[in-house]
Nanobody, 127 residues
């Protein structure tokens, strides 16, 4: 069993920055592929960013160049640095863990790829 706990959300003005953290426990973190997703009210959950167990990163086009995903295996934590925030970034942000690290990660953008989810942290960007 894996537990994921997000933190770092809050209210920020457009153009500002936030750093989200996701602390994992329960299994060997370094073997997880990790993803960040978000869900705005009335919308489906959408992919934001992902990082492979080996360090490769992937981003949604809407956040590329503004968001950076990283991981610290010593701290069992994955981060999402969000810069130049826009009102349309307002959503609940969720981290997710995929333990199937031996299987090709071509569907990193799909929520169904991931085995474990955190409870979410709210991000609100005011205009």
């Amino acid at each position: 069993q894996v537990q994921l706990v997000e933190s770092g959300g809050g209210l920020v003005q457009a153009g500002g920055s936030l750093r989200l953290s996701c602390a994992a426990s329960g299994r060997t973190f370094s073997n997880y592929n990790m993803g960040w997703f978000r869900q705005a009210p009335g919308k489906e959950r959408e992919f934001v960013a992902a990082i492979k167990w080996g360090g490769g990163t992937y981003y949604a086009d809407s956040v590329k160049g503004r968001f950076t995903i990283s991981r610290d295996n010593a701290k069992n934590t994955v981060y999402l640095q969000m810069n130049s925030l826009k009102p349309e970034d307002t959503a609940d942000y969720y981290c997710a863990a995929d333990y199937k690290y031996l299987i090709t990660y071509s569907n990193y953008y799909s929520p169904t790829r991931y085995d474990y989810w955190g409870q979410g942290t709210q991000v609100t960007v005011s205009s």
